[in-house]
Each structure stands twice: as structure tokens, then as C-alpha cells.
T-cell receptor, first 112, second 114 residues
Framework: GENVEQHPSTLSVQEGDSAVIKCTYS??????FPWYKQELGKGPQLIID?????GEKKDQRIAVTLNKTAKHFSLHITETQPEDSAVYFC???????????FGSGTQLTVLP | EAEVAQSPRYKITEKSQAVAFWCDPI?????LYWYRQILGQGPELLVQ????????DSQLPKDRFSAERLKGVDSTLKIQPAELGDSAMYLC????????????FGPGTRLLVL
């Protein structure tokens, strides 16, 4: 089955700096890669996703890049703000499997 | 904005007792998922429904866990008997249809088994 590895497990940045979280996946058949933000005591919330026919996608301060050859994808957050502090999860899915396999999460702390 | 509803939000029980969690997906969403999230880890799929039918329950510990979605709308996940290792967050998610559609998560039910 699919295996998703996520790094780093914790990340601290100064407010205004950029943050980068990286994930690798094992199954080359995976074709959908969402990123979720989870605040304490809440369910994960989708922040951005990318499909395998696209190399990069941006939404304001958030961007995701995908390298299918290397089987890795990354989340980039620019101009970080304290409210960006949360746990971020990457995930991957294979169309035929119809389920998401999540990474282990990154605790992002934005220091004011 | 439509949301996935879950109840209860918190549940404390003793081992060997039965517990049940309820989920009401976003209206019109045909696909419903139950995930288990152990503290410090990512969610792991337990069961997936398409309307009232189970699509995937390969990761569901069927000796003690059961799930149903009788009318293809809301769903119940049951554990009987609960074990200490079942302590976790149980998340429900829904999507409009199968395959590569955005999954929207509810707030979860945090279970503590004593």
C-alpha cells in the first residue's frame, strides 16, 4: 500500500518568514495530493491540493509543488503569521483505492 | 457554510464498555469516511461508505468495531468492547463522490478509555 513520509515533525519560524514542509510518497500510481491544517481540538481542514497533471499550485500565501519523478511534494507558506501555527498534514491517494494516506504531521509554530 | 457534524465531541468510558459515535455528512455528499487519529499521528481510514454500501473496511477491526449508514445519510461507528488502545480521535469526513474529490472533515470525537 501507499506510504507517505513527512518532514520535519516540528518547525519554528519567525513571523514574516517562509515555511516549507516536505512529503514523499511510495506509490507512483498516487495522483491526488491534499494538504490539511489541523488546529488543536479540531478536525483537519483542507488548505490546498494538487493533482498529478499539475506541477505547482498557488493560493495567496500558500503554494504546493509536485515532483512526480522524485515522488515528493512540498507545501510553501510565505509571510507566515501567528495564526498559521497548527499541525499540517500531507496526504496522497490512488484513484482506484479512493482513500487518503496521511503523513505523520508537522507542528508549525510561528513566533511573533 | 455546510459542515460535517459529529457527536459527542468527547467520550470517556471504561474498558469493556460499548461506545457509539454519530456523524452527519454535508448534505448531498454520497461518500462518507471514518478515520482514527492517534495522538501525534495522521488519520488512518477505518471504513468508507458510498451511499449505504461499504466500499472499504479492510482496516476496520471487525471483531470489535462496526459501522453502518442505513439510509445513506448519517452514520454510526460502534466499538464493543472498548479497549485501552482505542483511545484516539475518531474523525468523520464526507465527499461529494468517490475518487479525488475533496474530503471535508468534522470536528471529531475524542475517546478516552480508562
Amino acid at each position: 500500500g501507499e506510504n507517505v513520509e513527512q518532514h520535519p515533525s516540528t518547525l519554528s519560524v519567525q513571523e514574516g518568514d517562509s515555511a516549507v514542509i516536505k512529503c514523499t510518497y511510495s506509490d507512483s500510481a498516487s495522483n491526488y495530493f491534499p494538504w490539511y491544517k489541523q488546529e488543536l481540538g479540531k478536525g483537519p481542514q483542507l488548505i490546498i491540493d494538487i493533482r498529478s497533471n499539475v506541477g505547482e499550485k498557488k493560493d495567496q500565501r500558500i503554494a504546493v509543488t509536485l515532483n512526480k519523478t522524485a515522488k515528493h511534494f512540498s507545501l510553501h507558506i510565505t509571510e507566515t503569521q501567528p495564526e498559521d501555527s497548527a499541525v499540517y498534514f500531507c496526504a496522497a491517494s490512488i484513484d482506484s483505492a479512493r482513500q487518503l494516506t496521511f503523513g505523520s504531521g508537522t507542528q508549525l509554530t510561528v513566533l511573533p | 457554510e455546510a459542515e460535517v457534524a459529529q457527536s459527542p465531541r468527547y467520550k470517556i468510558t471504561e474498558k469493556s464498555q460499548a461506545v457509539a459515535f454519530w456523524c452527519d455528512p454535508i448534505s448531498g455528499h454520497a461518500t462518507l469516511y471514518w478515520y482514527r487519529q492517534i495522538l501525534g499521528q495522521g488519520p488512518e481510514l477505518l471504513v468508507q461508505f458510498q451511499d449505504e454500501s461499504v466500499v472499504d473496511d479492510s482496516q476496520l477491526p471487525k471483531d470489535r468495531f462496526s459501522a453502518e449508514r442505513l439510509k445513506g445519510v448519517d452514520s454510526t461507528l460502534k466499538i464493543q468492547p472498548a479497549e485501552l488502545g482505542d483511545s484516539a480521535m475518531y474523525l468523520c469526513a464526507s465527499s461529494l463522490k468517490q475518487s479525488q474529490e475533496t474530503q471535508y472533515f468534522g470536528p471529531g470525537t475524542r475517546l478516552l478509555v480508562l
